[in-house]
């Protein structure tokens, strides 16, 4: 991004920040959903179905109408009968969700939902309505989805869509191939575990206006929804996200708020509605559970002519966010290796499970394990060291999209693999793990790696959006508004370093609104890697409108050209004269010479395509009598561009490969027989904790990029990427087997070896 005036960087970007928050939440300040209680605020409770797939033949309310303190009880016979699409990517897309249906898909579906003066009584109300079903067949194995047999789940059938793709011609390189080598692949549901569970209050006022607050990622899709399902004009549909508890994708969707929304309308009172962590992880949303079969044909020295991808896609219940998930998956694939003969097929099918939805990454880890874990197999087949395979098969730094030939940007993936090999010791831990297997004891020592790639913002797809407003103060300081949700993940942190980086402010010296329908201006939601990519690129973008004007004013202080005037240091400064004037000098001139503020508002539309890349490296410890995975060592080593905030990146790297550590050794979302998930709590569902982290070293290629902020891209999805691969990848190279599912909890391990 150009600079125009202000030639010189205040040292703002690239120094450790915190993020803007940290201390209101360390000290308990910061107010979630769930802390926030209005005047005459009522409690929500929801009944959800026990069943995987039934027709509602009756449903009674009576009982719990008339239990004291009980103001209002909704299902399908007093909602709103409008089909929506919950997710904000897909608003317009598929629609075959309501607030409540006749028809319950899956065990944890909306049912009805109580609201009373307390919980107390909202838990107890819930609990007398009776309900009359009549159960229909239902399916959890998205294989079997497509059978002709399968009873359907939508009108129409259990296909919801074919996503396809090519890339020249790949039955013709199989054939000319050396060997081709073909693997099944099958990734679980996962639970996104973000700290704060779905919320929402709801109220709804005397002039008809109903204001939404929410554990939100897309407060204006959000906007949309709700003014479209409830009939009301979006300037009375006011949506606010409070402190957001973490997203992971996972809070892009609605869930909570349409039934908080409906209460508050039938009470004229404001509800809030909270799911507890045993209702969050079987009727919210989850990573999408997907089998994907993988073709690849490879020369005798290791040249990959073509990669043919079938991909099954289990979307649950809902349509939610099934189709971009497929959609981004198959664009990634072409944009990572040169292979010129490329094949994708995904296929979206309904399930009488938990709907699918975005999920960090997007679709990348399922497709990329695939990938890295059949690459893992070839390169022992063929004797290569498998940095050496990825390699020769990655693009080069001028890579192009084989389907249009069209540029990807600072393409440094190459580098990722050859920086981060020598950061970990590549070499050393071969050895170490080739020593460990001649021993043939107990404990068996395994490196691995992988190499996966993401997109940043959706150019291309959508108009690829944020506004900001920024305003001067009277004394200098500045405020700005932003749509942008900040979900922890420092979205707003780097919005505010790039401001105080251009106006040569101190980031104390910011204040911001964000994430306001009301206030602030649109933004297409904090998904798809657009944090630093493109809504930190709004910022700068206003934020040099500011500074041009704020030049402007000293230029006719000072009577001098304005490319000789910087800002820093909150003044006004000439390279020509030394002539200085504070912002609040330059604030006060505009106000009394020209009667104006200094301020400017402005949509940013990011027009560019660039790709994050990552390579990870782990070393891991098996213990072959009891299956345990112990992990010893970590590097993950990333292209990001210019590293706007190394402390937030690195904080950003470190929880993602907590995440991918769980995906490969413990999580998934486990059901029985008729549906239900058996997991629902952390008890059960279990999540990697501190105490199981291996030492991480993280490193950057820091190659510029030309259509990001200061040359930079986004790294919060691509971080967590390659981590699932890599870390199966170790544990197979240590035991001698090859996994196909995971996770890989000691029991697989123990059956895989006894196997063996």
């Not at 009776?130 to 239902?138: A, R, S, T």
């Not at 990825?390 to 693999?417: A, F, H, I, Y």
């Not at 980031?507 to 930190?536: H, P």
């Amino acid at each position: 991004m150009l600079l125009g005036n202000q030639l010189e960087s205040n040292g703002k970007v690239g120094k450790n920040t915190p993020i803007r928050d940290a201390v209101a939440k360390v000290t308990g300040q910061a107010k979630y959903t769930g802390d926030l209680k209005l005047p005459r605020m009522l409690y929500g409770k929801m009944l959800f179905s026990p069943h995987a797939h039934a027709k509602i033949v009756n449903i009674d309310t009576s009982e719990a109408e008339a239990l004291p303190g009980v103001r209002a009880v909704v299902c399908y016979k007093n909602s709103p009968d409008v089909f929506f699409n919950s997710c904000g990517e897909d608003i317009d897309g598929i629609k075959n969700e309501k607030v409540f249906d006749d028809t319950v898909r899956f065990v944890g579906d909306k049912v009805a939902a109580v609201a009373a003066d307390t919980q107390a009584i909202a838990d107890k109300a819930v609990k007398l309505i009776k309900v009359e079903y009549e159960q229909l067949p239902f399916n959890l194995d998205p294989e079997k989805a497509l059978d002709e047999d399968t009873y359907p789940i939508h009108e129409g059938g259990n296909l919801m869509e074919v996503v396809e793709q090519n890339a020249g011609d790949c039955e013709a390189a199989f054939a000319k191939a050396d060997r081709v080598y073909e693997g099944k692949y099958i990734l679980p549901a996962i639970h996104h575990s973000a700290i704060e569970t779905h919320a929402a209050v709801a109220d709804y006022d005397a002039d008809g206006k109903l204001t939404v607050y929410s554990t939100s990622q897309d407060v204006f899709a959000h906007r949309i929804n709700l003014s479209r399902i409830f009939g009301i004009p979006q300037n009375k549909v006011r949506c606010v996200v409070t402190t957001l508890g973490g997203g992971f994708g996972g809070k892009i969707d609605m869930v909570c708020e349409p039934v908080a929304s409906l209460l508050a309308i039938k009470t004229g009172r404001p509800v809030k509605l909270q799911y507890t962590r045993g209702e969050d992880i079987p009727s919210s949303r989850t990573r999408h559970n997907m089998v994907v079969s993988l073709k690849m044909g490879v020369m005798n020295d290791g040249t990959i002519v073509a990669q043919d991808y079938n991909i099954i896609v289990n979307a649950g219940a809902y349509a939610s966010g099934t189709s971009s998930v497929t959609w981004a998956m198959c664009g990634k694939l072409f944009r990572i290796q040169k292979t010129p003969n490329i094949h994708f097929k995904g296929t979206a099918v309904y399930t009488n499970r938990v709907s699918g939805g975005a999920m960090r990454g997007f679709g990348s880890p399922q497709e990329f394990f695939a990938q890295q874990r059949l690459m893992n197999e070839i390169a022992k087949d063929l004797n290569l060291d498998i940095t050496e395979f990825n390699l020769k098969n990655l693009m080069d730094e001028d890579g192009k999209d084989p389907r249009w030939n069209s540029d990807l940007g600072s393409t440094c993936v190459k580098q990722c693999v050859s920086k981060g090999r020598e950061l970990f010791g590549w070499e050393e831990g071969l050895k170490e793990m080739e020593a460990s297997a001649a021993e043939n004891g107990r404990y068996r020592i395994g490196v691995g790696m992988a190499v996966a790639a993401h997109g940043n913002g959706v150019f291309g797809v959508h108009p690829d959006t944020t506004g900001v407003s920024i305003k001067m103060n009277e004394d200098g300081s500045a405020s700005f508004t932003t749509g942008v949700s900040d979900m922890g993940n420092g979205s707003v942190t780097a919005q505010t370093m790039f401001i105080a980086d251009i106006l040569g402010l101190p980031m104390d010296k910011i204040a911001v609104v964000q994430a306001d329908t009301e206030s602030t201006m649109f933004d297409l939601g904090n998904y798809s890697s657009r944090g630093t990519f493109v809504s930190a690129h709004a910022a700068a973008a206003v934020a040099q409108q500011v500074a041009d004007k704020l030049i402007a004013e000293a230029c006719e202080i000072f009577e001098e050209e304005a490319g000789d005037i910087y800002l820093e240091n909150e003044q006004a400064i000439s390279r020509k004269s030394g002539k200085s004037a504070s912002l609040m000098e330059l604030v006060s001139h505009a106000r009394h010479t020209h009667n104006k503020d200094v301020f400017a508002t402005d949509t940013f539309c990011s027009i560019g395509m660039a790709m994050s890349y990552g390579a990870h490296f782990v070393k891991v410890q098996v213990d072959t009598e009891t299956g345990e995975v112990k992990p010893l060592d970590y590097v993950a080593f990333h292209d990001v561009g210019t590293v706007v905030n190394p402390m937030n990146i690195e904080g950003q790297i470190e929880g993602a490969v907590q995440m991918g550590l769980g995906y490969a050794l413990s999580e998934g979302v486990e059901y029985d027989a008729k549906g239900k998930i058996t997991n629902a709590n952390f008890r059960r569902y279990r999540i990697f904790n501190s105490t199981q982290m291996p030492p991480i070293r993280i490193g950057f290629t820091e190659n510029s990029e030309p259509c990001g902020p200061y040359g930079a891209k986004s790294i919060g999805e691509c971080s967590t990427v390659p981590a699932v691969s890599a870390i199966t990848n170790a544990v197979s190279n240590a035991v001698g087997c090859d996994f196909h599912q995971v996770p890989l909890k000691p029991e697989v391990i123990k059956a895989a070896l006894a196997e063996k």
